[in-house]
Every structure is written in structure tokens, then in C-alpha cells.
Nanobody, 122 residues
Framework: EVQLVESGGGSVQAGGSLRLSCTAS????????MGWYRQAPGKEREGVAS???????YYADSVKGRFTISRDNAKNTVYLQMNSLKPEDTAMYYC????????????????WGQGTQVTVSS
């Protein structure tokens, strides 16, 4: 059974930091591109960051310079370090995995987690 389990969400004041984790099981993590998406109330889900099997990383313009995605293949885990958080970062954050993806195209991702809520207050 494929599982993606996110953790690390919470409530923080603007300017603060959070680190999200996503632990995967049930598929070959090393061979999978990984991504973080988010969905705010009333908005469409959008790509935040992705890291490919070779370590290439991609970010949405809105988070460049503030968020960092990384992966630990030994732990089957992908991370999203979020610094200088803003109220507009408030959303449900989802972890996703796919064999070969275009990082901005959520349809390319095969597996999704249940999400972890991030709330940033001003």
C-alpha cells in the first residue's frame, strides 16, 4: 500500500519558520520525483516546490528564496523548510510523488498525501 504521510504543519506568526516532512512507503522512493503542493481556501491547488531523483529542485516564484526542498533517500523522506513565512502562505500542504513529472503539473504526480495545515498569522 502506497502511503505519503505529512507532518510538521502548525500555526506560526509572520516571519516565522516551519519544517514539513513527508515520509513515503509502498513504492521506490529513490526512483520518484517528489513535490509539495498547497491549496488555500477558495483557491486551486498550486505547486510549491519539487525535487527530482537527481536532486534538481524547482520552486514557485512566490516562495523562491524562502522555502527549501530536500530529500533523504535513506529515510524515504522529503522535507520543505519554510522561512520568512507570510500570511499568504496559509494553506493545506500536500506531498506528492511521481515517476517522471513536470514539477508544475499536478496531473503528473501519481500519489498524494492527506495534507498538513499551515496557518500564518499577521
Amino acid at each position: 500500500e502506497v502511503q505519503l504521510v505529512e507532518s510538521g504543519g502548525g500555526s506560526v506568526q509572520a516571519g516565522g519558520s516551519l519544517r514539513l516532512s513527508c515520509t513515503a512507503s509502498g513504492f521506490t522512493f529513490d526512483d520518484s520525483d517528489m513535490g509539495w503542493y498547497r491549496q488555500a481556501p477558495g483557491k486551486e491547488r498550486e505547486g510549491v516546490a519539487s525535487i527530482y531523483t537527481r536532486g534538481n529542485t524547482y520552486y514557485a516564484d512566490s516562495v523562491k528564496g524562502r522555502f527549501t526542498i530536500s530529500r533523504d533517500n535513506a529515510k524515504n523522506t522529503v522535507y520543505l523548510q519554510m522561512n520568512s513565512l507570510k500570511p499568504e502562505d496559509t494553506a493545506m500542504y500536500y506531498c506528492a510523488a511521481g515517476a517522471t513529472v513536470r514539477w508544475y503539473n499536478q496531473a503528473d504526480f501519481d500519489y498524494w498525501g492527506q495534507g498538513t495545515q499551515v496557518t500564518v498569522s499577521s
